[in-house]
T-cell receptor, first 114, second 113 residues
Framework: DVKVTQSSRYLVKRTGEKVFLECVQDMDHENMFWYRQDPGLGLRLIYFSYDVKMKEKGDIPEGYSVSREKKERFSLILESASTNQTSMYLC?????????????FGSGTRLTVV | KQEVTQIPAALSVPEGENLVLNCSFTDSAIYNLQWFRQDPGKGLTSLLLIQSSQREQTSGRLNASLDKSSGRSTLYIAASQPGDSATYLCAAYRGSTLGRLYFGRGTQLTVWP
């Protein structure tokens, strides 16, 4: 089974800190995604990547950046954390061409910015 | 832009009932539709994936159907159990190689003994 691993289940950071959320998948997937999930707003796409060093903005990229230096790893960066970035962050991956396999999600990182 | 709607937003039923969760989407040019389960504070677990060429998929007590022409998918849960309590999300994949998913807001299901 494809495994998507998010490095932290819970994080507490201070306002203004630079925060790195890491995601690693082990099945050679081309596509990787970062979502945030908030009550009443559902899942919203922040950024996605369909190849190494490639990235595309999603619906809410402001305040975030991403890095994909290796195929298996996709990092979400909060340049200067703010309290409105307190949320559940979910990483996902998928194959580019074999869509029958769908998407696989990680277990999420609950980030609290104080 | 694809809009995905799930009805009802919440559902509370006694154990043993058969359930139908509904998902509708605005753009019928979808490629796949995937149903997920999410337990509180956890990530998403894939339940069923229906490709556009299929009409339904089954896994155990779960059956998902897809009607592209009407823009609808349903998730049928037979003989519900308290362990089925979770939020159920549907997501449509429009089918480019960029492959982003469009999610509904979910149906929060509670099955009580």
């Amino acid at each position: 089974d494809v495994k998507v691993t998010q490095s932290s289940r819970y994080l507490v950071k201070r306002t203004g800190e630079k925060v790195f959320l890491e995601c690693v998948q082990d099945m050679d997937h081309e596509n990787m995604f970062w979502y945030r999930q908030d009550p009443g707003l559902g899942l919203r796409l922040i950024y996605f990547s369909y190849d190494v060093k490639m990235k595309e903005k999603g619906d809410i990229p402001e305040g975030y950046s991403v890095s994909r230096e290796k195929k298996e790893r996709f990092s979400l960066i909060l340049e200067s954390a703010s309290t409105n970035q307190t949320s559940m962050y979910l990483c996902a991956s998928s194959l580019k061409y074999r869509t029958a396999y769908g998407y696989t999600f990680g277990s999420g990182t609950r980030l609290t910015v104080v | 832009k694809q809009e995905v709607t799930q009805i009802p937003a919440a559902l509370s039923v006694p154990e043993g009932e058969n359930l139908v969760l509904n998902c509708s989407f605005t753009d019928s040019a979808i490629y796949n539709l995937q149903w997920f389960r999410q337990d509180p504070g956890k990530g998403l677990t894939s339940l069923l994936l229906i490709q556009s060429s299929q009409r339904e998929q089954t896994s155990g007590r779960l059956n998902a159907s897809l009607d592209k022409s009407s823009g609808r998918s349903t998730l049928y849960i037979a003989a519900s159990q308290p362990g089925d309590s979770a939020t159920y999300l549907c997501a449509a994949y429009r089918g480019s190689t960029l492959g982003r998913l469009y999610f509904g807001r979910g149906t929060q299901l509670t099955v009580w003994p």
